[in-house]
Every structure is written in C-alpha cells, then in structure tokens.
C-alpha cells in the first residue's frame, strides 16, 4: 500500500517537475516574442522580425508539450490523489481550476491566430496585440495554479475542523466557493512565480543566444543573436531583483502559516528570537550540528520575530529534512545567479561588451541551467515541506493517493516517455530555431504560418 | 415533476462539442492512416491549427466534470486507473508527433509523412480507449460498483455488444469522413458505411440492455444518416461539408445521446445502474459553477467567433464567374 502511494508521489513529482521546466520555457518565449514584435513595429528593425519568426517555431513546440504534459498532470491530479481531487472538487478550489481552462483558452486561441494566421493581419502593431492575450493567458495560468498550491499550503474556505473530524467520512461542510483565491498566502506565492518562473525561461533564452553568438560566423547572424541577447538581458535583470524581493517576502508568510515548514527549511532545533543562519548541517537530537552557523541573521532578516523550532512539533509530524538541504542549494544558488545578472548587465552598461567573451557566454550558459535547478529546487522545497500533508493540516497523500496497483505499468510508460520527450523537445527546439538561413528569416512579415507543414 | 439537472446539461453539453472536434480529428487520423498522400492536402489544413483547441475543450470537460461530480472521482480512478493512464500515454504521442510533424524540416528516417502518420495511430488509439471508456460508462459492461469499484477490461470484452459498440463507431467515423472532408472519390461509400454504422450501434445497444434502445436513439440515428445522405446528393454536398455545419451537426448528434447516461449511467453494472442526480454536486458551488460557466461560456464564445474570423480572412475567396465580355461594337462597313 505504502509503495504504491510512493509510486504515485513519484510520478506525479516527476511529471511536474518536467511540465514546470517546458512551460517555463514557454512563458519566456510568449514573453520574448511579444517584445520583440514590439520592438520590429516600432523600429521596422528587420533583426527583430527575423527573430520573432526564428522563436515562433520552437514556441510552437514548447506549447505542443507543455499543453500534453498539462492534460497529463490534469488528469493525473484525478487519477492519482482522487481524494484529493474529492476534496477540490467539493470546494471553490475547482473555480480556480476552472477558471484557469478559461486562461487556457485565451492563450490556446490567440496563439493558433497569431502563428497560423498572423499574415492575414497587415499591421504590425496589430501583430503584436495578438501576442499581447498570448502571455497575459500564460501568465495567468501559472497564477492560477499557484493559487491552488497556496490554497494547499493554507487551506480555506470550508470547515476545515468538522472535515478533519470526520475521519474516513471526509465530510465537507461550511464551503465558501470564492474563499480560496485569496487565502493568506496566494499574494507571497503569486508575486514569487510571476517573477521566477518568466526569469528561468528568459535566462534560458538569454544562455542560448549568448553560446549562438560566439558560435556565429556571419554578421547577420551575429546581430540576430544579440537583439534577442540584449532583450533577454534587460528583462532578466527586472525579473532577477523582482525575484529576489519575492522570496524574501514569501518566506516572512512562511514562518507565520506554516511554521514546521519555516523551521524545517531554516533547521531550526529550537524556536527563538534571535537564531542563527545555518547553512547545510543536520539536526541531532535537540540540537544543529554540522554547517555553517552565522549568528544572528535569521533574526534579524525576521526583525527579531519570535521564529518556530523543530521541537515545538513531535518528530514524526516532521517533513524529511533534505528540504533544508534544497533549499540551502536554491538560495546559494539564486545569489549566484542574481551577482552574475547585475556583473554581465553592468558590463553591458558600461560599455564592456560582455557578448564578445566566450567565457561570459559559457558562464550565461551554465547560468541559464542554474535558474532551472534553483525553480526546480524551490518547487520541490515546496512540495516535500509540506509532506506528509497534501492539504495542509487537512488531508495527508497517503489518505488521497490511488492504491490501485494496475497503475504501476503505464506509469513507468509515461516516466520513461518523459525521459525521452524532454530533451528530444530541447534539442528540437534548437533545430527549428536555427532550421532556416538567416536571409530567409529576414525576410517577410514576421507572423504567420508559413513555416508550419501543411 | 421532474427538474431539469443543468449541471449535468452543461456538462455535457460540454462534452459533445470536446467530442465532435476530436471525432473530426479521429476521422482526419484515419485518412493519414490509410491514404496519406491522396488526402493530407484537405485533412492537413483543418487538423494543424484545430488540435490545440480540441486538447483545450477536452481538459474544459474534465474540469467541468470534476465540478459537478465530485463524488465519482475516486470511484472513476480506482475503476479506471489503467485505461486513463493509457490514454495519458496516447495524449503524450499524439501532441508530441503533430508538433514535431508541424515544423520537422528533416527528410531522413524522422520525416513529416511519419511523424502525422504517428499523430494519425495515437489518435485512433485514444479513440478506442475513450470508447472502451464511453461504452462502460453508458453500458457498465465490466463495471462493479459499489464499496470497491472495479472495471474487468476481460468482462468489458466478452459483454455482448461492447466490440460491436466499437466498431459502429468506426464505421460511422470512416463512413462521415469523406463528407467533413470533402473526399470526393469515396462519395459513394459514405451512405452505406454511415448507415451499417448506425444499425451496428442499435445492435450493440440492444445486446447491453434492451432498455438502451429507446425512441430517443432515432433522433442520432437519423441526423447521422441524414449528414451522409446530404453528402451524396451533389446539390446538398456543399452543405453538409461545410466544417461548422457538420461540427454543429455533430455536436446535436452526440448531445441527443445523453439519455444513454441520463437518469441513469452505468446501466447493467453490477451494483447498479447510478443515478446521475445523486452523485451531483449542490450547496453554494452550484451558484458558483453557473456563475462561472456563464462567464466562461461568453469568453469561450467570443474567442471561437475570432478564430473563425481568422480563418474566413485566409481563406482564399474562390474565383467567381468571369466577367462578360462587353460586346464588340459592329465594324462599321466604310
């Protein structure tokens, strides 16, 4: 019983740890696009419709996967954790997916205008409106979604106390449907996904044009890459401080609502006022041992809050510890990736031409994989803090999960796919952005279907 | 006197035209299937920019199904469990084929006419597991209900009309194809095909339960028939392959079947049949689902208008009659 509802966690872990990196792709590209369209109706700069026409085509196949990899984790929700999806389904948590097929079909629609249609429509600002719904509908289906992972990590809008009570009667009563798009934590977890994960798509981005540029031969080519290079850079710059500011503000939500987590992810042993900053070590007993102990500074980034320990709560409520670990990793890790943003835009403003130094370009390369290890690594700090509860305090996986076994085979199907899939669509991505000679691409309108095979 | 059930009317309201688009996109696999060449230029043009929007309406169903029927949830996944993994795989191979399809440039192993072919197979496969999945849910062939809800694929095989149920469908897919397409060298095949179709389904209705085979299947019977019939008659032909005529069409055909799951779905489960109203959600979220779904449902709408707009204005005007020539004027004898 116990593996198969590991098996569950496992395969849904896995498909959304997949689907989260696609569509961060995608939202990037949507984003990428519409600056770019932007940019070619105000400047008529042939560089900046070449590149439109160049993203259209792996932004096509990011959205192909990233909408299949969506139906799967949509439908794996239900089949997976149908007592989780009982439980969302008697409450307004289903009016935020709901709502979110809506988000799904502004992005779905204006999408299928824009690339098979988009050269019936002449003006070039009309283009660009196009793309405009195109990422305010991917945006917003990312919202939506955290809406519902907050609505997870502080449950509301019905009777939580009677439900738990209830016992395997799972009885929902006192619902309010509007409740749970707002609950304490939405404003913190929407504010920090609207900024890192469009930043991991455009770092992406920005590490491929930066590695294409040195590998150019021509000047057309050269220029292509750095149009697309100077605008990945602007914005990730915005996003990267944004980000930041998010996650620091999300973790003051975090030590009032969900205070195990807090002190999980903190490793604090005991609770206190004025606690150390503990990089890596690991909890022995009732105390830290091992790490980097800096005294003082979660207190004071917590403005001498009253801060929560691991031993305020029994050890077997505990989520498994590794959460301090991954989140150590993601915080180093988007330091890293903050410092080396501000370093290579302030070259840029100075005058430096950081694009022309290949070791810039490898280190913007490695830095755009780094964004996507620290998005993967904050999801799953998420996700695994908030074990063995899928609904905090509410609901644990093992009461939600599908205990039939008959699972297990096309499960293991879809891992391996997967597995396949992903950097099959990243490599493909590469080819079709680089399928056509340049002066092909310089060419025409920049929407428009003509590239697609029928 | 009996009230109307809105919730499941919407519901399946919902799923009819999720389900009109993907037949359109099933009978368009078929054709990739078994004459690619001969047929890609008429099924390619529709299905590329259409798919996209079909995977949409089809997760707006399951979430609209999961809204108004929560407490079949866990019967349906641990029922199920298997089968809609299945079908997972199916969606993966489907999307992922039609997109690298869509902008492959490549013509060695992995080429075009492969990759939609694949699009073609993944699809006809997700057509039988929804049908395995449609005909448990009207029929409850294979189907326990109850405390522990289980679905035997073995029972589901040897009930008497679910491989009929099967094929019915095909005929009829394979029979209304050449109509939604135009394909004007199978014109003569569409009636028969059409019609053995619809007998074969009474048949498999019949052999579930007799009670399945009601007055009200006339009504599907009939359009049915009727679409291939318009189609055979070159006068009517035009009509009937007008793609928003036969969607609309459609989606009457498959909304006047929902008697097979209304009052009543699961029909000879053991344990059952199941009674839709009872496993219908109520409370505030049915406000909520009615506010909402009005709302959706004009979003919806207007973004359907635009892309039909889109596609009006690349469609190309077709030449119309040529002009008169003017007279020439008498030569004026000197």
């Known amino acids: ?454 | 006197m009996s009230t109307i059930n809105w919730l499941f009317e919407i519901n399946f309201a919902i799923f009819s035209v999720f389900l009109v688009l993907f037949v359109t996109e099933l009978m368009g696999g078929v054709l990739l299937l078994v004459a690619y060449d001969a047929t890609k230029s008429k099924v390619l043009p529709y299905i590329v920019p259409i798919w996209e929007v079909t995977g949409t309406f089809a997760a707006f169903w399951v979430v609209t199904a999961d809204f108004a029927y929560p407490q079949m949830l866990w019967p349906v996944a641990t029922m199920l469990a298997a089968p809609i993994l299945v079908f997972l795989i199916l969606i993966i191979a489907r999307n992922s084929s039609i997109t690298f399809a869509e902008l492959i440039f490549r013509r060695g192993r992995l080429n075009e006419r492969r990759l939609y072919r694949l699009y073609g197979l993944a699809t006809v496969g997700i057509g039988l597991v929804v049908l395995i999945i449609l005909s448990a849910i009207v029929s409850g062939a294979g189907v326990t209900l109850g405390a522990n809800p289980t679905f035997s694929p073995w029972g589901w095989v040897t009930s008497g009309g679910s491989l009929l149920y099967v094929v019915g469908v095909l005929f009829i897919a394979v029979g209304l194809a050449p109509v939604f397409y135009n394909i004007e060298p199978l014109r003569r095949l569409s009636v028969p095909l059409t019609t053995l179709g619809v007998v074969i389904e009474a048949g498999a209705l019949y052999l579930y339960s007799s009670s399945l085979l009601t007055g009200y299947f006339l009504v599907p019977a009939v359009l049915t028939v009727a679409a291939a019939l318009l189609y055979a008659v070159r006068s009517t032909a035009p009509i009937a392959s007008q793609k928003v005529v036969f969607a609309t069409l459609g989606a009457i055909i498959i909304f006047a079947q929902s008697y097979l799951v209304y009052p009543t779905a699961f029909a000879t489960a053991a344990h059952g049949p199941l009674s839709v109203d009872a496993v219908t959600t109520s409370g505030p979220m049915v406000g909520a689902f009615y506010v909402l779904s009005a709302v959706g449902l004009v979003v919806v709408g207007l973004l359907m208008v635009l892309y039909m707009l889109a596609v009006r204005r690349a469609t190309p005007v077709p030449p119309g009659p040529p002009a008169p020539v003017p007279p020439v004027p008498a030569a004026h004898s000197p």
């Not at chain 1, 801060?307 to 050890?315: A, D, E, R, V």
């Open chain 1, 1 to 454: 019983m116990t593996s198969i509802v590991d098996f569950d966690r496992f395969l849904f872990a896995f498909t959304i740890g997949s689907h989260i990196l696609i569509v961060s792709l995608s939202i990037g590209m949507a984003l990428m696009i519409c600056i770019s369209e932007f940019l070619f109706a105000r400047s008529k700069d042939k560089y900046y419709g070449a590149l439109v026409r160049r993203l259209i085509r792996p932004f096509v196949v990011s959205f192909g996967i990233g909408t299949a990899s969506g139906i799967v984790m949509a439908v794996e929700l239900v089949n997976l954790f149908p007592r989780f999806m009982t439980l969302v389904s008697q409450t307004g948590v289903i009016a935020i997916f709901y709502t979110e097929i809506f988000a799904f079909f502004v992005e779905t629609v204006f999408l299928v205008v824009y690339v098979y249609y988009g050269s019936t429509f002449k003006g070039r600002y009309t283009r660009w409106a196009l793309t405009v719904p195109i990422v305010v509908g991917t945006l917003l289906s990312a919202v939506l979604i955290v809406m519902v992972n907050a609505w997870m990590n502080t449950p509301n809008g019905f009777d939580i106390g009677s439900y738990v009570a209830s016992g395997t009667n799972y009885t929902v009563t006192g619902v309010d449907p509007w409740a749970p798009f707002l609950t304490v934590s939405t404003g913190y977890e929407v504010f920090h996904v609207l900024t890192s994960v469009p930043l991991t798509g455009v770092m992406i981005l920005g590490g491929f044009f930066a590695y294409r540029y040195t590998r150019s031969t021509t000047a057309e080519e050269k220029t292509l890459f750095l149009q697309g290079l100077r605008i990945a850079v602007a914005v990730s710059f915005v996003l990267v401080v944004l980000a930041i500011l998010a996650g620091v503000v999300e973790i003051d939500d975090l030590y009032r609502y969900q205070p195990l987590k807090y002190a999980a992810i903190e490793l604090n042993a005991q609770p206190g006022t004025n606690l150390p900053m503990t990089i890596f070590g690991t909890v022995s007993g009732t105390s830290v041992v091992g790490g980097i102990q800096i005294p003082g500074l979660q207190g004071w980034l917590e403005h001498g809050a009253n801060l929560p320990g691991l031993s305020q709560y029994p050890q077997s409520a505990w989520p498994p510890l590794i959460i301090h670990e991954t989140f150590d990793v993601m915080i180093l890790g988007a330091v890293v990736l903050g410092l080396f943003v501000l370093f290579y835009a302030g070259l840029w403003v100075l005058k430096r031409r950081p694009f022309e130094r290949p070791i810039l370009a490898y280190a913007f390369l490695a830095a755009s994989a780094l964004t996507a290890v620290v998005m993967e690594l904050g999801w799953a700090t998420d996700e695994i803090g908030r074990q063995p509860w899928i609904v905090y305090n509410t609901l644990t996986v093992a009461n939600a999960a599908n205990p039939n076994s008959d699972l297990v085979g096309p499960g293991i199907v879809i891992i391996i796919l997967y597995i396949a899939l992903i950097p099959f669509t990243l490599w493909f991505m590469d080819r079709v952005f680089r399928g056509k000679p340049i002066a092909v691409d310089l060419e025409g309108p920049a929407a428009g279907g003509h590239d697609v095979n029928y």
